[in-house]
């Protein structure tokens, strides 16, 4: 095991009904923005209970923080916190929100340039404070310091981390999750598999805590993630993925462990140039990756196999073939679809992909940095 | 899944070397109170990487907190504390001295008769900041806010729990473990196993994270628990034994579930009474009670023998028999006898823990509170 420093500050408020304790989580005289995406919290009644547990403070709103959060968008929100004198960030809504909402936390107390901040040229030093209602199991970051967000004017799709915007609370409640669209499930389903997967697919190093949590977190996702599809309504399932999306990625299970975030990256380019969801890229590159690294990652590609896949075979290379292939096949039964043509995106797209992986720096990914542009460039040609 | 509100502040620090980080974790100008045990920080080197990594700092000593720490005792620290304009507490020990220094943080805040805080009849408002450098894995104190004193006079063993005073940081340096005797050793381990059991082994509510963590860290706790005898100076056994301990009682697993510590209240008063260490009690009082309560534990100990002990008879009762004696078995093989008997304790003994049991009010123990007298009592006799 390597050695590690963690801390993660975010309570979580988890369960039916929770919206009502904000009243109690958020500071006395708070002087709140309310930040959301395109307004489904209005159709699913969330806005309302978080509007009615917050009865005596003084609430403003931004609203349209897009799906893959804008740059432009969310500088127009720093500019209203500053001129609104806004004491307390509370994003309602899924990833996209928080982070954008994060990304405006540390831009309203960051003197310089704010694009610094995702280019990680900025010191920073200060946040304003954040809680948030969570209404899409998926990205964890409603407990991490994690954020993401696009500047649509160049296609690039940065990321920042700093302890200074892990949300003070996170309020989950599982019933809010009953109206998201099938597509939405699915793609957090398979965001928060992709997230275990990064930290625990590489290279083994005797760290058994950490192996069998992930394996009980892609376990209950395998199991659980197909049946928020065809049982929506039922409350167990969806807290199961709730709760595991967030262990997902709170940092703790990739505590004193290599990771590798080459999916991440990779996906992350294919998203800024062709718009596709987050976990759609994901689904494509993580399969053409195992298989392009399954020298590197074979230990635990065989662990995988064994543990999650409950796969026996005698013949190594077999069983890691099945593994690969049982991880596409979760992906398309849960509906989104593992390769780059199912998107309509051909061969000739893979030059700019690899062009913006070398652009952004990105020339040595994975656990053990051999991920190199030439690399990258066979997975994305495996992925088509 | 139940609701549930969990936070855990705790920074920890984990990994070979980590005490030199102390002076950047403790704060600067703090007037430290270092507390400690008998004195086998002095031999092992621990108390000299202490001091030296605190150099510049005003350092004042309190030793002498015992196993099972003592209330009078620790009154002692209380007015050295507070007599000497103490700011910092840094308990470097196993988990008698960072519960019995939780117990000073709070003892110092509080006004009235610090006995009240034992008894749960003081509202704690306010304790004095604490961190810790943890030299045995057992009790998960490092990250959590709990606290276990026995007062000798009346042989009463009681706790209290506030989440005032989790330490701000843990240092978990696995060397420091080598020169540990077996005995603690084997007591680390089986304590945190049970740990994992009170929070595990009760009734199923379709909570699979929680479930496959907990059998995680069995898992671990049975592979690497007898590593830690055999092969003492392995690194990584000692490393994924105190990562194991940690999480078997910093809140995680137990979220969301229901919780049984019904073995470790009875336990509590075979230590008052007999002086046996804390974790032989568990080991003698766990086998018993899954026997006694296996109808309302039936799903959960199915599930167990399952998936924690590989057995796949098909006959139920004869299943759950083998996973009361393995589990049994597991305790034998970490040198921790598991009846009465073996510490010298006879069936006439049983009256007198009844009667304690009563003493403190502990009449309705267990997930179901239907562990009423009479059944510790026969929990007690098939401990014998």
């Not at 928060?192 to 950490?210: I, S």
């Not at 000739?348 to 070398?358: G, W």
């Amino acid at each position: 095991m390597f050695n590690f420093s963690y801390q993660n500050p975010t309570r979580i408020v988890f369960g039916q009904g929770q919206i009502k304790e904000l009243a109690k989580l958020v500071p006395a005289n708070a002087k709140i923005l309310l930040t959301y995406g395109g307004g489904s919290i209005k159709q699913n009644g969330v806005y309302q209970q978080v509007m009615q547990a917050l009865e005596g403070f003084e609430v403003l709103e931004f609203s349209g923080i897009e799906p893959n959060p804008s740059f432009e968008t969310l500088l127009k929100a720093v500019e209203m916190v500053k001129q609104q004198d806004i004491t307390y960030l509370l994003p309602v809504g899924g990833g996209s929100v928080i982070d954008g909402t994060k990304f405006i936390a540390a831009a309203v107390a960051y003197a310089g340039d704010p694009w610094d901040i995702l280019t990680r040229k900025a010191k920073l030093t200060q946040a304003m404070p954040l809680g948030c209602v969570l209404t899409l199991p998926a990205t964890g970051t409603e407990s991490n310091g994690n954020s993401v967000v696009t500047r649509y004017s160049t296609q690039e799709k940065l990321s920042f981390a700093s302890p200074l915007v892990y949300p003070q609370f996170a309020i989950l409640d599982p019933t809010v999750t009953y109206s998201l669209p099938p597509r939405q499930v699915a793609n957090g389903v398979v965001d928060a598999f992709v997230h275990v997967m990064e930290q625990y697919m590489t290279y083994p190093v005797n760290a058994p805590v950490q192996d069998r949590f992930a394996e009980g977190l892609l376990l209950t996702l395998i199991e659980q993630g197909p049946l928020a599809l065809s049982d929506p309504q039922n409350y167990d399932v969806r807290a199961n993925v709730m709760w595991a999306a967030t262990m997902a990625l709170n940092g703790l299970i990739g505590q004193g462990v290599p990771q590798d975030w080459a999916t991440h990256m990779i996906g992350h380019e294919i998203t800024a140039v062709h718009g596709l969801d987050h976990a759609q890229t994901l689904a494509v590159v993580l399969p053409a990756l195992l298989n392009e690294q399954r020298a590197q990652k074979r230990e635990k590609l065989l662990q995988y196999g064994r543990r999650v896949w409950g796969l026996q075979h005698a013949d190594e290379e077999r069983l890691i073939d099945d593994a690969i292939s049982y991880t596409r096949a979760f992906f398309e039964q849960m509906g989104v679809p593992t390769r780059l043509a199912d998107y309509g995106i051909k061969a000739e797209a893979v030059d700019e992909l690899v062009n913006k992986l070398e652009q952004h720096q990105l020339l040595k990914l994975g656990e053990h940095g051999d991920i190199t542009l030439a690399v990258s460039r066979k997975i994305l040609q495996a992925a088509v």
